[in-house]
C-alpha cells in the first residue's frame, strides 16, 4: 500500500457501477492494464485508471488478494490546461486510500451531468 499513499486521483468524478463490475471482474481473477500514472509538478496523478484503483481498493477494503498493478508509465502532457486540471484535482482529493475514496460516486445515469457540473465549478481554477 506504500505506493499508493503517495498517488493522487485525477478524476472529478467516480461511476459507482463500473467501479462495481471492475472489482467483481478482479475478485474473479481478471487481469487489468495498470493505471496511467504521470508527474504533474509534485504530484504523481492516476490520468487513465482511477476506476480501476477505485475497484482494487475495494477488493483491498474486502479482504480480497488482487495483485498490485502500480506501474509507472511515462506520459508526458504538454496541454497546460490538462496540468492545471490535475493539478487541481489532485489538491482537492488528496492522496492515497482517502484521497480515492474521497472522489464524489455517481450512479451510471447520473454520471455525466453530474460530471459536466464539477467541471464547471473547477473551471475558474483551471483559468488561474
Known amino acids: 500500500m506504500d505506493i499508493l499513499e503517495s498517488i493522487y486521483p485525477g478524476e472529478l468524478l467516480i ?71 490535475f493539478e487541481v484535482i489532485a489538491e482537492m482529493y488528496g492522496s492515497g486510500i482517502n484521497g480515492f475514496l474521497s472522489i464524489p460516486r455517481s450512479s451510471s445515469e447520473e454520471y455525466n451531468e453530474k460530471h459536466g457540473k464539477l467541471q464547471q465549478q473547477i473551471y475558474p481554477l483551471i483559468c488561474t
Not at 498493478?69 to 490546461?81: A, D, Q, R, Y
Request: hydrophobic share 40%.
Open 15 to 85: 461511476n459507482l457501477e463500473k467501479v462495481q463490475r471492475y472489482a467483481l471482474a478482479m475478485a474473479k481473477g481478471d487481469s487489468f492494464p495498470p493505471p496511467e500514472l504521470i508527474s504533474v509538478r509534485s504530484y504523481t496523478v492516476v490520468r487513465d485508471g482511477n476506476h480501476r484503483v477505485c475497484a482494487w481498493i475495494q477488493c483491498f477494503e474486502q479482504g480480497i488478494d488482487v495483485p498490485k498493478m502500480f506501474i509507472p508509465s511515462s506520459v508526458e502532457l504538454s496541454n497546460k490546461m490538462a496540468i492545471k486540471q
